[in-house]
């Protein structure tokens, strides 16, 4: 295993301090392992938080600041925080217009993130909403999923819920515009190469060299089928063919999303998106805006995600809104 | 081999096209591979151009944009553009205030551009200044190099006089600072895998699982030693130690670029941050600003490099000055 990091232990932790050292603007709770807002959530606000097994950088720390989140909660590599460390993130966020929790549909996720909630609610009266996200077509039912596998509609989600939140919407109005998000996004991901989690020390799965997994889960869990190595053209459809047969992308503008895993550079995402973009026009598909890069990963895998989301004017102008995060900044 | 391709030799040409359909912002010049700006550069300000081989993304197309170049050049991956193609940028970035060639100090690069701002004065008329980015401490000729390679300063560069060009300084004022930044920035970079250029289908060297280059240049030319893999707290002292022995650094704030060669997941690269950052606070060096991520990459190599950067408080405003481009934004 070759990995820039002092030992398969001291992972997150010694990378929470890279984070605190480098964002001078952001808050971390080292023993919670909590990032939030330096200048706290401002009174009255809906406070949006999020959190997951770590491992998916950019994806949730580098989403914590003006106009997306206000806190994110780390788990270790691929493991999700526990219900105490949700609740001490629930009670730092919250301004006093309650807590919306955005988790991805992982059965540790959701049970632990549930867990929080009541007790955020019974220990200091918090309100609580809760929107889940399943935006992944590739499978039903997981390793660690129950229904579909929540990805990369999470990071669009975060972008445009927390616009709602900046504007002065209620915990109501944030939570609705967030699960709409949810109900619009779908989500696809391939995977040329296993990921290798640092404390298992050896790659998560075995992947031949002349084959690829067409709808990997983002901890590397199984996806539909395994295929024979093709060009990034017959990859785009493969991404593409499923998300369209799922969903009808052509009644407005659509949010387009091109992901990479984590060991992807960024001059095939380029071309990945220059070949869906090819496929969404010959579909009737109307690129609203979009969005190339890693924003979900799976640590140092190869290959790539691409998510659709259907918008509309008010969703167009969330997503416009001004951002100030780390992993995705516009307007400020 | 696995890359998201369609074929070897279509890379750079495909990865053009989703560039011009992800950034309607831009322009692309398919037949001479030139990225600039969708709007043009303002009449009367000093253009900015810079290029060299793919593969280093986002540098240098990801930097086209207001706050920082007006023009990029792609080459073939790891391959110097032509003449013929940087006397085209230089024409079509030119607004009448003149060109800053900045060239990373690469034989051919530096061939190629000298030749073309020859042919762009004679046929054009077109003022040329030339800035050659050489902050690699590693080693002192190389693979493709006579004297020290052109690196991670080039970003930096780019960004503090792209920042100076835009405020409406002359070509002179323009080309100064950028000398200014490149003779007080040093880098020092690692390996920790080989990268594979898409042409030649296997990775470039050979690195054994139990070693790592130390000193290795963005196209994986030989470093100063190969060594046994250690622990993250132990790379960061090979990266900051050889930096500081070259130049003193206690003088005033440090821009410091912790950047990702391609290959290694942020959550690795924020870790490499905080190793950095307490080393160079038990060495007396100020942190003025950071930046953490992947700016100038190998492909998909595996591992970081270091860059510091001597910085007064003119420079720290040029950073911080509004930047809009795809790989750096911020104030706007």
């Not at 009644?251 to 550079?265: A, D, F, K, Q, R």
Request: proline share 4%; aromatic share 4%.
């Amino acid at each position: 295993m070759k990995k820039l990091i002092n030992s398969p232990d001291a992972v997150l932790a010694d990378s929470l301090i890279g984070v605190a050292a480098a964002h001078p603007e952001l808050r971390v709770d080292h023993s919670n392992r909590i990032i939030y807002r330096g200048e706290g959530t401002k009174t009255g606000k809906v406070a949006l938080i999020s959190g997951g097994g770590s491992g998916h950088e950019p994806l949730h720390g580098g989403f914590v600041g003006f106009g997306m989140l206000d806190a994110a909660i780390s788990g270790e590599v691929f493991t999700s925080p526990t219900p105490d460390q949700i609740q001490e993130a629930t009670k730092v966020a919250d301004a006093g217009a309650g807590v919306l929790h955005i988790v991805k549909n992982y059965t540790g996720d959701v049970m632990n993130f549930d867990m929080a909630a009541e007790l955020a609610g019974a220990d200091t009266g918090v309100t609580v909403e809760t929107v889940v996200t399943n935006d992944d077509v590739a499978v039903t039912d997981s390793t660690w999923t129950a229904g579909r596998r929540g990805v990369g509609v999470t990071v669009l989600l975060e972008k445009i819920a927390g616009a709602a939140a900046e504007e002065g919407r209620d915990l109501a109005a944030v939570a609705a515009i967030a699960r709409s998000v949810n109900e619009n996004g779908r989500s696809m991901g391939m995977a040329l190469t296993s990921c290798t989690v640092p404390a298992a020390g050896k790659p998560t799965f075995d992947l031949p060299d002349n084959e690829m997994e067409i709808g990997v889960g983002i901890h590397g869990e199984p996806g539909r089928r395994r295929v024979a190595l093709a060009p990034a053209s017959d990859i785009a459809g493969m991404l593409v063919d499923p998300i369209l047969a799922d969903l009808d992308f052509t009644s407005g503008p659509t949010i387009v999303m091109l992901n990479g895993m984590g060991g992807s550079p960024l001059i095939e995402l380029y071309l990945m998106y220059g070949e869906v973009a090819r496929l969404l026009e010959a579909a009737g598909v109307t690129v609203g805006r979009s969005l190339v890069g890693n924003y979900i990963t799976s640590l140092d895998m190869a290959g790539c995600s691409l998510t659709l989301l259907r918008a509309d004017d008010e969703v167009l102008s969330l997503w416009d809104a001004p951002v100030n995060t780390a992993g995705l900044r516009w307007g400020m």
